[in-house]
């Protein structure tokens, strides 16, 4: 396109409200900041565990895994960005839930589920007589080598593949659904595995698996200064035009999702599948074999090499990014962007070869004590007009009794992974209401709101 052309995108223009079409470049923009493998994976587990029930188990994913994001990306725009937002809790808190978010975001998590996504999508089908083991230890070295050579720089892999990945995606997305509508299926089984029963909360927690939530406190500040970039200047229209983006991308979303867990239930129903040991990457294996066979597996195989590869790259850009901005030297020594990004690919490589059901499983319980968090602050922060900056130790208060929940949470569940089994931890989590609904943290949350405006009043009588 002509430079020329670019009318919409001129950062010297100021206009009240943006067009249809700034409108429509700005939501593609968020949607393929949110949009990678993960996203791709869960959904289609998701409906081939449901079953029957998929629409429930869909409605409570859609919560987590749309609602709460855009929420975030609201939040933190009206905030001016993730640390004046964490920052309200306290400078020292803002630092520690940083570093939590980004390592899971980045090499304890999401970078190395790139890497094992793309093997089992791309490798596993095809090399049923080795061991593998070996095949992942070579492929996960070639793609975090080749991941951080690239990272170097980042900017080729977002011109040459930025521009194409995300249509591409779709498009294979449209034409699985269209073959789940002509393919001859069994009746959807009845729910299993971890969707045999509250298959609402189920999908509510799973969808924390996109890790979105945690993402959008980042993407939230990037999203606004594009609509500023775009020529919005006054705060309140640019908030609406946010606004309007995380509406598009959330509808884009749920369409999406829906399709995805359509497809995951036609293939349950085609090849059931172990909870245990399966995970999304294989229903959408069985199923484009069984729509297009080794060709259509091939296909998907490749293009979630590149999504994850692209996804990769610049995640280890980000981390490297953070830890060079915010740790330039250590023991008294600098270690350089490049330092920074060979450890956290390393590191990743390392983690990758667990194999990505491990990691999925153990990522759950540190999602599930940094999820309540991120909530807290969210729902604070759109509040913080009319409600949270007049009480503004609410914040503190909130954080702390939702943290402390969701962190004994999130140990109990650490600890059972490793077959261990505490009498006086499981009665403690046991006794929280709603725990089982995964809302434990909720009442303790509202506690903390009403002691926050208890602490504050006091203080303002104090000062007075």
């Avoid at 809790?89 to 978010?101: C, N």
């Avoid at 908030?239 to 399709?259: K, N, Q």
């Amino acid at each position: 396109m002509r430079e020329d052309t670019e009318e919409p995108l001129a950062a010297n223009t100021t206009r009240e409200r943006l067009d249809i079409r700034s409108r429509v470049l700005i939501t593609f923009t968020f949607f393929s900041m949110f949009f990678g493998a993960a996203n791709l994976i869960f959904p289609p587990f998701l409906g081939a565990q449901a079953g029957s029930a998929t629409p429930l188990a869909a409605a409570g994913f859609i919560i987590s895994a749309v609602g709460l994001p855009v929420l975030g990306v609201l939040a933190v725009s009206s905030a001016g960005g993730f640390e004046y937002l964490a920052d309200r809790v306290s400078p020292k808190f803002a630092i520690v839930l940083a570093l939590a978010i980004i390592l899971t975001i980045g090499p304890c998590f999401a970078i190395p589920r790139t890497a094992t996504t793309s093997f089992e999508m791309m490798v596993v089908p095809f090399t049923t007589g080795i061991p593998t083991w070996i095949t992942q230890l070579i492929y996960s070295a070639v793609f975090f080598i080749l991941s951080f050579l690239l990272a170097q720089r980042p900017e080729i892999l977002s011109k040459t593949l930025g521009r194409f990945m995300g249509p591409l995606l779709l498009v294979m997305i449209a034409v699985l659904f269209v073959a789940c509508l002509i393919i001859p299926h069994d009746a959807f089984p009845a729910p299993s595995g971890d969707y045999a029963q509250l298959q609402l909360s189920r999908g509510f927690l799973d969808g924390y698996q996109t890790m979105d939530l945690l993402a959008a406190l980042y993407f939230g500040i990037v999203i606004s200064a594009n609509v500023r970039q775009m020529g919005i200047t006054s705060v309140s229209q640019n908030r609406r035009e946010t606004g309007y983006a995380g509406l598009g991308t959330g509808i884009l979303l749920v369409a999406i999702y829906g399709a995805l867990a359509f497809i995951g239930m036609v293939s349950g129903s085609i090849t059931p599948v172990d909870p245990a040991t399966d995970t999304g990457a294989t229903v959408l294996t069985n199923l484009s074999h069984s729509a297009f066979g080794p060709v259509g597996t091939a296909f998907i195989g490749v293009i979630f090499v590149v999504a994850c590869f692209n996804v990769c790259t610049g995640l280890i850009s980000t981390c490297g990014t953070f830890f060079h901005s915010h740790f330039p030297t250590v023991a008294g020594r600098p270690v350089s962007y490049r330092v920074w990004s060979a450890i956290f690919a390393a590191f990743s490589f390392l983690v990758s070869n667990a194999g990505l059901n491990t990691i999925i499983k153990v990522s759950v319980p540190v999602l599930s004590a940094l999820y309540p968090i991120a909530i807290v602050l969210v729902v604070l922060s759109l509040v913080h007009g009319v409600f949270s900056s007049r009480f503004p130790r609410v914040y503190f208060w909130a954080v702390l009794l939702a943290g402390i929940v969701s962190i004994v949470n999130c140990c109990a569940e650490l600890i059972a992974l490793l077959g261990v089994s505490f009498g006086w931890l499981d009665a403690l989590v046991g006794a929280i209401p709603f725990n089982d609904l995964q809302i434990g943290w909720l009442i303790p949350a509202f506690i903390g709101v009403v002691v926050g405006v208890a602490d504050s009043l006091a203080r303002d009588r104090r000062r007075a």
